[in-house]
């Protein structure tokens, strides 16, 4: 219990609690030359834990250098970024996803990075799509931090409780409606096959692309009409109806930034799609083993083909007004190459480095966790997908309205549609 507290105040109140670990972790220091806020998000207590024994132990080695720790979780911090943004006053260096990236780098909030390429960053072997998620217009904005990808958590013991077999990783969005369904018909009441994803913005782009669409375009439109975007949303319906997922006022419980909450893990479903930087979060709150599956590939009758990109779920990127940059480009080469501070950083953390010589090392030295999500993206990595294309902010919060409204019958999977193309046109 002690253990989903601290998670659950972690990322919740992140300001408040935050701040107290900050102080214990990165003490002010009276007479610095450089003060530098590192605003950002984490996916779990122990990626917030490792980050900070990272910044302590730079500092350490700097005496002349404060690094003032702002993190929280990911809808907090992209709120508060946007006011700071909009005042004048961003952190020196913050976390970034392709989304806020492609926001920030267009409105002249980031500052430009090739000049730090190669020396003293040298990327040359980092995944492709994580360099991808942090360019934009053939400029680096951002440092890819992780290497992730789109994921299907898996709680093996209900499958082999049931006898319900998991299907290869190939399968269709068929097989998993028909696995869930299964899964709820054998376990029987309060308990389900799969959570709700119909409010997750990935997954919706993997079903699209399935279709051969996707979300938006390399250039930052949609790529999908009214009617794919209702199939999205009724098949969640069906799939609502046929009893494999939740209901809608169960699944609501569930809609927020504590994975304690989530059916994985409160015990009321087998399976969460998600990402693979949520996956040692994850297993941290169970004793039950969990493995990493693909989402479907397509569709019964079609053509099954692997869209599971692989890319960078957290970057920083820098203030351009900020007057540390040189500062900021070591701090993330501490992170980033050198041995100390890569043990830190990655280590026990839920993070992947996106260098093919940083997981190499992770997999060697890593836990059990590190080693299953490495294995999975070294899966992905033998037929790569086209990477994700940058889109805007909000995503989830749009498509769970949508979703939520469907759920409760409110909504037609058209009028939901409808719905959240108006909203995300109003963004582009």
Same mark, same amino acid.
């Given at each position: 219990m002690s253990r989903r507290l601290n998670r659950r105040d972690a990322l919740r109140h992140g300001a408040a609690l935050l701040g107290g670990m900050t102080l214990a972790g990165v003490a002010p220091r009276a007479f610095a030359q450089d003060r530098i806020r590192f605003g950002g998000y984490v996916e779990?207590?122990?990626?917030?834990?490792?980050?900070?024994?990272?910044?302590?132990?730079?500092?350490?080695?700097? +005496?002349? /250098?404060?690094?003032? +720790?702002?993190?929280?979780?990911f809808s907090a911090f992209t709120d508060k970024l946007a006011t700071e943004a909009a005042g004048g006053n961003a952190p020196d260096m913050f976390s970034v996803n392709v989304d806020l990236l492609g926001e920030y780098a267009r409105r002249g909030v980031l500052a430009p990075l090739n000049g730090y390429i190669p020396k003293p960053l040298d990327l040359s072997d980092y995944v492709d799509g994580a360099i991808k998620a942090g360019t934009l217009g053939g400029q680096l904005y951002a440092i890819p931090n992780d290497c992730i990808a789109p994921a299907i958590t898996v709680k093996t013991a209900v499958f082999e409780e049931t006898g319900v077999p998991l299907p290869d990783q190939m399968w269709t969005w068929e097989q998993l409606a028909e696995t869930a369904v299964a899964i709820s018909k054998a376990k029987g009441k309060r308990f389900w096959g799969l959570e709700d994803a119909g409010s997750?913005?990935?997954?919706?782009?993997?079903?699209?692309?399935?279709?051969?669409?996707? /979300?938006?375009?390399?250039?930052?439109?949609?790529?999908?009409?009214?009617?794919? %975007?209702?199939?999205?949303?009724?098949?969640?319906?069906? %799939?609502?109806?046929?009893?494999?997922?939740?209901?809608?006022?169960?699944q609501a419980l569930a809609n927020g930034d504590d994975p304690a909450l989530t059916g994985l893990i409160s015990g009321r479903a087998a399976m969460f799609a998600s990402l693979t930087d949520s996956f040692v979060g994850l297993q941290a709150l169970t004793e039950d083993d969990l493995v990493l599956h693909m989402?479907?590939?397509?569709?019964?009758?079609?053509?099954?083909a692997q869209h599971h990109y692989t890319y960078a779920g957290n970057s920083t990127g820098l203030w351009t007004k900020s007057?540390?940059?040189?500062?900021?480009?070591?701090?993330?080469?501490?992170?980033?190459?050198?041995?100390?501070g890569i043990e830190l950083y990655y280590r026990g953390s839920g993070m992947v480095p996106a260098s093919k010589a940083g997981r190499a090392a992770l997999a060697d030295e890593g836990t059990d966790a590190d080693r299953k999500i490495i294995a999975y993206i070294d899966l992905l990595q033998q037929n790569p997908a086209p990477p994700r294309y940058p889109g805007i902010?909000?995503?989830?919060?749009?498509?769970?309205?949508?979703?939520?409204? /469907?759920?409760?019958?409110?909504?037609k999977p058209q009028e939901a549609a409808d719905q959240f193309i108006g909203e995300a046109k109003a963004r582009l």
């Open positions: 779990s207590q122990e990626q917030l834990k490792q980050t900070l024994a990272t910044l302590k132990a730079y500092t350490d080695r700097n +005496p002349g /250098v404060e690094i003032v +720790p702002e993190f929280t979780s997750n913005y990935i997954p919706c782009d993997v079903f699209l692309r399935g279709m051969g669409k996707s /979300v938006f375009t390399p250039e930052r439109q949609f790529n999908f009409t009214r009617e794919d %975007l209702a199939e999205w949303f009724a098949y969640w319906g069906r %799939l609502r109806d046929a009893g494999g997922i939740p209901p809608g006022d169960v989402l479907p590939n397509g569709f019964k009758g079609g053509t099954l007057p540390h940059k040189d500062r900021i480009i070591d701090i993330i080469r501490f992170m980033h190459f050198e041995p100390a902010t909000g995503m989830s919060g749009m498509l769970r309205r949508a979703n939520e409204a /469907v759920a409760f019958g409110k909504m």
